[in-house]
Structures are given as C-alpha cells and as structure tokens.
C-alpha cells in the first residue's frame, strides 16, 4: 500500500507541475497524503524501531501546521465569501434593471457565466457540463443560464461545451480572468452596463449595445 500510494503521490506531482492551479489535482493530493502517513505510523508502531519518542513532536508538528493552515486561510475565505455576496446582489440588480428596460421577465433574461464566475449557478453549470448530468434539474434552479469553459485549453467534458456564439445571449458575466472571451464580446460590441445603474464590479457585466441605450 505504501508503495502504490507512494506511486499516485508522485503522478500527481507530474501532472501539478504543468497544472499547480487546478483544484481536482491538490485535493487528491490532499486525499493521499493522510492515509500514506497513517499507514506509515501503524508500521512504525508494530515494527523494532523505537520510535515512540519521535510520535510526540511527530504529532505537535501535524497540530501546529492544521492550526497555522486554518489561520492563514481564514481571511482568505471570509473575503472569498464577501465577494461572492456582492457579486451575486450585484448580478441580481445588473439582472433586474436590463429586465425592466428590455420589459421583460427577470426569468427570462439570458444569462452566460464565464469560466470561474463566483455565483452558485455558475458552479452548478459548470460541474453538470463535466459529469454530464443534473441538466433537467439546473434548469429549474438556474433558468436561462448558461456556463462556458473560456479557458484557452482543451477538456474532456462529458458533454459537448456551448460556444458563446451559438446562444442569444443577453448579458455576460467574466471576471477578467485569463480567457478567450474578450476577442468575442469586442467582435460584437459588448459594453459593461452603464454606471447609471449603481452594480459593483459593474465592469464584470457585459449586455448587448443596443440593451445600454434603452
């Protein structure tokens, strides 16, 4: 066991190495470790090695870094938490004034996320496109949203991605992140949503010319 774990541990350095940023690779990461050490110290424990006195500080060093790790990370998540709560009362007001100059239902406006958009639906979206599945149920929670891998890298999704082009599209929400998005909403003439209406990070929101002059 040791052996194998040993051997996933080190394929998943490999594959970090050229992706340190995708989360999939650093909680499998994270899985592994643990049961490799675990299985370590019921060794050491039944073995002629005396190694009772180096378990202590063995275990104080293990407390010490969950302590610092928890600290560190809190500020960390309290801010991830923030943003996300203004970007979603942010969407629902972007949402709720294009629907009133378009007279339409809220319902009914067609919303695209961008790839790593920190909105519930975006996630949801996204993570159906990838199993391929929950799609009848996403679009009773998430009307007329859409969600787009807009990174520029190949993936092997489930279910065949969306182009952006292929759906009418009433606003596009991208947090400036590395993508491919900008070339396509310069080639159709998005434009944030005008400082009249009052949306923080109003520069994420991306409507349709002809929507801003109504």
């Keep these: 066991m040791i052996a194998g774990l040993a051997v996933q541990i080190a394929l998943i350095f490999l594959v970090m190495i050229k992706a340190t940023i995708k989360l999939r690779y650093s909680l499998s990461l994270a899985a592994t470790l643990p049961v490799l050490v675990f299985i370590v ?30 600290t560190s990370q809190k500020p960390i998540i309290d801010e991830r938490h923030r943003v996300e709560g203004i970007i979603q009362n942010a969407k629902d007001q972007a949402v709720n004034q294009l629907a009133k100059r378009m007279n339409m239902e809220e319902e009914d406006i067609v919303v695209v996320n961008a790839y790593a958009v920190p909105l519930k639906c975006a996630g949801l979206l996204q993570g159906s496109n ?38 009418e599209w009433d ?12 070339e396509y909403l310069n080639a159709v003439g998005a434009v944030n949503v005008p400082r009249s209406w009052h949306v923080e990070y109003s520069k994420w929101f991306f409507i349709r010319p002809e929507f801003a002059e109504k």
């Design 130 to 167: 990838w199993t391929g599945n929950f799609e009848a149920e996403l679009l009773n929670i998430c009307p007329n949203q859409h969600a787009v891998w807009d990174t520029i890298v190949d993936l092997n999704t489930a279910v065949p991605v969306k182009n952006i082009s292929d759906i």
């Design 41 to 70: 110290l019921k060794i050491l424990e039944t073995s002629a090695w005396k190694v009772e006195k180096l378990q202590i500080p063995f275990y104080g060093l293990i407390l010490i870094g969950v302590v610092f790790s928890l």
């Design 171 to 182: 606003m596009v929400i991208w947090p400036g992140n590395g993508s491919n998005l900008p």
